[in-house]
């Protein structure tokens, strides 16, 4: 890994040999990379439906509420929406990108996708049963493990596959130098599977006391954002930003400050939610202070991003894939952010929405966004048309954006006042409540309208795409027409042989 | 394929110093913890190990949990009400929740102004992970001593609005069934439900074996008791 590591291939300056390869490379990764995708896109359906009603039924329990329905109460659509959302969209559609980027940046075509197929199948059939299972009332009490006892395994034994699979594409890749990109790849395979072998031994097999299970899930849930959808997250933009203003990463130094820093500091983040209570205090407080120095990488990625783009961030307004990257790197940054005040702030937030709020931040505004930026640029390539409308992806950003940035930040400051109004000793459960309820009825309206209207335009548009209903063009589809080119540079995003 | 190996060995060593200290340490630490017996005075006021004479200790600090009440700690987790529930009473010096009146032992004026904060001995009563993951409902370590009667739990869990009516606490009435009053007058565990709720004439709604498990967990749910690992002057203060 030497410093010419981080130059990535100058895609649109290619020579012809180089346009033919890396088409060849991505038709070998088609059958595997849309498999994911659109089980990935189908689970983003129905966890954004799951997500509505469990909003919905958070501040009334009457809504839908007929005898039959019993099973949609709170406690088990809330977990089925959760992970639904993660193992169903989220992990899938991750999956989908890192395949795509470890074969590109590799330079090897995929010669088997039969490994692949077969884990993603087993994959599906954790996640349904999963969800199945929760709704059907046999869920678990930690958040994101809350399948019934029997899919761990069906989802280790698969996710290890992917992972032994994604690992041997890095060996056999072509240049003995790697992308940072494929750092955070290898990174995110070889973490998972540890985690969440050592998450459900621990609840499942192991006859470890029930704090020890309280915390693990805890430290389950943050090490998940910090050490798989921030590596893959991150991957996705260390690999487009630098494709489609056609540079290379600004600094190989600061790379390297961040990947470490998140590879030392992430796993020891997660007990703070427990601040005060019954673990030893000082292992909530270096988990507190961890999710403090999350913001080390912050502040190198934001640097090295933005010094990336510089000159050139008119892109932006031009590119989707830049602009759904771009705002997903903001996304990143408030991740920490909140993470961190979160932490400094525990004994009020702790137990409170702000910790929804963390999530929605971390799945949505960051990891969600990266991943939108990635299938605007891939599936053009994969399928072999452009994407239909420049309309559809504004209306699938701008909501999108604001609904982001309005659900992360509404339930921070939901989650800040029901912390106050349950720290105060003399008022009552049901006044804390209340106070949140003006909040959570905020969040159902951002679901209900930015979230599901903008995510319904992108699974149509997405749907076109996999019938071919695309432009057949190898013009990309612009969100504009760049009159000037800025330093006559070609924009590289689109064009299916790029 | 060297340098790869230097890569792997330093995400196993940045991940695996955390994993060790964060997971593994202390659940080796907390094994060792287990119930211990509870002392009783005898008459020339010894401290003596309560047995029901074949040798079997009486009881156990913290009262563990068997039977029904196990069954009915399933029911819980599994039904999601963790979801909005906590157990867990923080260190008074970090967040106010021994303070809380509603969270604390009785809800009165003669009620002690402080609850003990749950520690790690006291979760070796269950057998799942009940510190829980939001508050949007109360904290329930304490629960039981609010509740006068099994009854009253039932009413809670039933439709949570009869006796709050701005509640946001599901109703479970799936835990429930409602079935023909027959022969003798209607079942001693009817629930006494009115106006709108209640079944029609000649019909009554009583309890599954679910919910009567889940009351019995609840029931159970009370932190006071006092500690044998502390001085016995603590614990005469604490009654």
């Known amino acids: ?498 | 394929m060297n340098k790869f190996r230097v890569f792997l060995v330093g995400l196993a060593l940045t991940f695996g110093l955390p994993w060790f200290f964060l997971l593994i340490v202390p659940t080796l630490q907390m094994s060792r913890l287990a119930p211990l017996p509870v002392y009783e005075l005898d008459e020339n006021g010894q401290k003596v190990i309560g047995e029901d004479g074949k040798g079997n200790i009486v009881s156990y600090y913290p009262p563990l949990s068997s039977g029904s009440k196990t069954k009915g700690e399933e029911i819980y987790v599994r039904e999601g009400c963790a979801q909005c529930h906590s157990q867990l009473i923080r260190d008074p010096r970090v967040a106010m929740d021994s303070y809380k009146r509603e969270w604390g032992s009785v809800f009165d004026s003669m009620a002690p102004l402080q609850t003990r904060p749950t520690n790690q001995r006291d979760y070796l009563a269950g057998h799942y992970p009940v510190l829980g993951i939001r508050r949007l409902g109360g904290d329930l370590s304490n629960v039981a001593y609010r509740y006068g009667s099994r009854e009253q739990m039932h009413l809670m869990i039933y439709d949570s609005r009869i006796a709050q009516p701005s509640s946001i606490m599901p109703p479970y009435r799936f835990l429930y069934k409602t079935r023909k009053i027959e022969g003798n007058g209607p079942s001693v565990r009817a629930l006494a439900l009115t106006g709108d709720l209640a079944p029609e004439p000649g019909y009554e709604v009583i309890p599954t074996g679910d919910a009567e498990a889940l009351v019995d967990y609840l029931m159970a749910l009370k932190k006071n008791y006092t500690d044998p690992s502390k001085p016995v002057v603590a614990d005469a203060e604490a009654k």
């Open chain 1, 1 to 498: 890994m030497t410093s010419e590591s981080t130059v990535v291939n100058q895609s649109n300056t290619g020579t012809v040999e180089d346009h033919l390869e890396r088409a060849a490379i991505d038709r070998s990764t088609r059958l595997p990379v849309v498999f994911f995708l659109t089980s990935g896109v189908a689970w983003l359906a129905v966890s954004i439906l799951l997500g509505v009603i469990a909003s919905i039924k958070q501040h009334s329990p009457g809504f839908l509420d007929w005898d039959w329905l019993g099973f949609l109460n709170f406690g088990r659509v809330q977990p089925a929406f959760i992970n639904a959302f993660v193992y169903g969209w989220c992990f899938q559609v991750g999956i989908a990108v890192a395949i795509w980027i470890m074969a590109r940046l590799s330079r090897v075509e995929l010669k088997n996708p039969v490994t692949l197929i077969v884990a993603g199948h087993l994959w599906n059939l954790g996640v349904s049963l999963g969800v199945l299972g929760i709704l059907a009332g046999q869920g678990y009490s930690l958040e994101f493990l809350e399948f019934p006892k029997f899919v761990w395994p069906l989802l280790f034994v698969a996710y290890s596959a992917i992972s032994i699979w994604m690992v041997v594409m890095f060996q056999v890749r072509k240049r003995s130098d790697a992308y940072v990109a494929q750092w955070y790849i290898v990174a995110a395979c070889f973490w998972f599977p540890w985690i969440y072998l050592t998450a459900n031994m621990m609840i499942h097999v192991l006859p470890v006391p029930g704090v020890m299970k309280s915390a693990a899930g805890a430290w389950y849930k943050s090490s998940l954002i910090y050490l798989f959808f921030v590596p893959i997250g991150l991957a996705s933009s260390y690999f487009m930003i630098p494709k489609i203003v056609g540079r290379s990463i600004y600094s190989y130094g600061l790379s390297m400050v961040a990947f470490w820093t998140i590879a030392g500091v992430g796993a020891w983040t997660g007990l703070q939610k427990f601040l005060g209570g019954p673990l030893p205090p000082l292992l909530t407080a270096i988990s507190g202070s961890a999710a403090i120095l999350m913001l080390i990488p912050v502040v190198a990625i934001g640097i090295n991003h933005f010094m990336t783009v510089r000159g050139h961030h008119g892109l932006i307004q031009y590119s989707p894939t830049l602009r759904f990257t771009f705002f997903g790197a903001i996304g990143f940054s408030v991740t920490c952010l909140v993470g961190a005040f979160n932490a400094i702030f525990g004994s009020t937030t702790s137990f409170t929405i702000a910790e929804d709020g963390f999530n929605m931040i971390s799945l949505y505004f960051f990891f969600s966004m990266m991943m939108f930026g990635a299938i605007y640029f891939i599936l053009p390539r994969i399928v072999g048309c452009e994407w239909l409308s420049r309309r559809m992806i504004q209306l699938h950003f701008w909501p999108s954006a604001y609904g982001a940035i309005g659900l992360g930040l509404w339930l921070v400051v939901g989650g800040i006042w029901q912390g106050i109004s349950l720290e105060a000793w003399d008022s009552s459960t049901i006044s804390a409540a209340g106070t949140s309820g003006s909040f959570l009825v905020g969040k159902s309206f951002i679901w209900t309208t930015f979230i599901l209207f903008s995510n319904v335009v992108f699974v149509l548009h997405f749907l076109m795409m996999l019938f071919r209903l695309g432009r057949r063009t190898h013009e990309p589809t612009l969100l504009g027409h760049p009159q000037v080119h800025h330093a006559g540079q070609q924009l590289a995003d689109g064009g299916a042989g790029a």
